[in-house]
């Protein structure tokens, strides 16, 4: 199957390349599939694992929100973080997640709910790509 060019790039470098014949994200607007010959489209991301799947084999990396722009022979991801599973602290995720859900259940508090809610998705897509290594 015809394969499309990926990267995934954050403020501190390359965290992913290859060619995959899938590219699945989560956009703001919901999940994207994305093959060769797409259109041409610049996408907002939120937390989620982008996944690579090619000859049945499926590569996943946490993004933390950014930019996905799509182009008819390449995929470029550009995140404000991002993590292949190796690279992921599962006690610090988890600890990140139990902070995060402290925050919400806190009813007397005056949080911030959506960037705790944003914490939140961060560490389970980090747990749910740990899971891949
Ligand atoms: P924490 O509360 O644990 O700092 P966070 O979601 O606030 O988590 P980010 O602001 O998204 O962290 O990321 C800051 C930097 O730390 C990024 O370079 C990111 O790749 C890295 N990072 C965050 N959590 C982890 C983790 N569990 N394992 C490895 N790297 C992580």
Same mark, same amino acid.
């Given at each position: 199957?015809?394969? &499309? !060019? $990926?990267?995934? $790039?954050?403020?501190?470098?390359?965290?992913?390349?290859?060619?995959? #014949?899938?590219?699945?994200? /989560?956009?703001?607007?919901?999940?994207?599939? +994305?093959?060769?010959?797409? +259109?041409?489209? *610049?996408?907002?991301?939120?937390?989620?694992?982008?996944?690579? +799947?090619?000859?049945?084999? @499926?590569?996943? $990396?946490? $993004?933390?929100?950014?930019? &996905?722009?799509?182009?008819?022979? !390449?995929?470029?991801?550009?995140?404000?973080?991002? @993590?292949?599973? #190796?690279?992921?602290? *599962?006690?610090?995720?988890?600890?990140?997640? =139990?902070?995060? #859900?402290?925050?919400?259940?806190?009813?007397?508090?005056? &949080?911030?709910? /959506?960037?705790? #809610?944003?914490?939140?998705?961060?560490?389970?897509?980090?747990? =749910?790509?740990? /899971? /891949?290594?």
């Amino acid at each position: 199957m015809e394969t &499309i !060019q $990926v990267s995934v $790039v954050t403020p501190d470098g390359l965290v992913y390349s290859g060619d995959a #014949e899938l590219v699945v994200v /989560k956009t703001t607007e919901g999940e994207l599939g +994305i093959k060769a010959k797409h +259109i041409p489209l *610049v996408s907002p991301l939120a937390a989620g694992p982008a996944r690579f +799947i090619r000859d049945g084999q @499926e590569d996943q $990396v946490a $993004v933390s929100g950014g930019f &996905i722009e799509v182009r008819p022979d !390449q995929v470029s991801i550009l995140a404000e973080a991002a @993590e292949r599973p #190796e690279q992921i602290n *599962v006690d610090r995720a988890e600890k990140a997640k =139990d902070r995060a #859900e402290t925050r919400l259940n806190d009813a007397a508090g005056h &949080i911030d709910k /959506k960037r705790a #809610e944003a914490a939140l998705y961060r560490a389970v897509t980090r747990l =749910d790509v740990a /899971k /891949k290594k």
